[in-house]
């Protein structure tokens, strides 16, 4: 059974850097996309990030594109997300989530939760100016 589990939440300074990482296991299904989505107090899910095993491609929200890497150690069967410069409006609980299987690179980076079938159960991040 595929199971997500995220790991490296964390609160800091305004400026300041965390990696949050996501184990995946059980996914046997190739290809499939991965990524992390956020939710605030009061606020819906937003996708932030995501790779696609397919072709390696990425894609990622605005508000933190320039900042925030998404990437994928496929040995180690972990999806991580460098976050740099970050912001109180950061400040939110992070989910890794997967589509699995995804065959279409196109539709498998978009940054909604339509076909996305696994959660992790979320790790917070807390920024504080």
């Known amino acids: 059974q595929e199971k997500l589990v995220e790991s490296g939440g964390g609160s800091v300074q305004a400026g300041g850097s965390l990696r949050l990482s996501c184990v995946a296991s059980?996914?046997?299904?190739?290809?499939?996309?991965m990524g992390w989505f956020r939710q605030a107090p009061g606020k819906g899910r937003e996708g932030i990030a995501i790779?696609?095993?397919?072709?390696?491609?990425?894609n990622y929200a605005d508000s933190v594109q320039g900042r925030f890497t998404i990437s994928q150690d496929n040995d180690k069967n972990t999806l991580y997300l460098q976050m740099n410069g970050l912001k109180p409006e950061d400040t939110a609980m992070y989910y890794c989530?997967?589509?699995?299987?995804?065959?279409?690179?196109?539709?498998?980076?978009?940054?909604?939760?339509?076909?996305?079938?696994?959660w992790g159960q979320g790790t917070q991040v807390t920024v504080s100016s």
């Open positions: 989530a997967a589509r699995v299987p995804c065959y279409s690179g196109s539709w498998c980076n978009r940054l909604t939760q339509e076909g996305v079938n696994y």
């Open positions: 059980g996914i046997t299904h190739r290809p499939y996309s």
């Open positions: 790779i696609y095993t397919g072709d390696n491609g990425t």
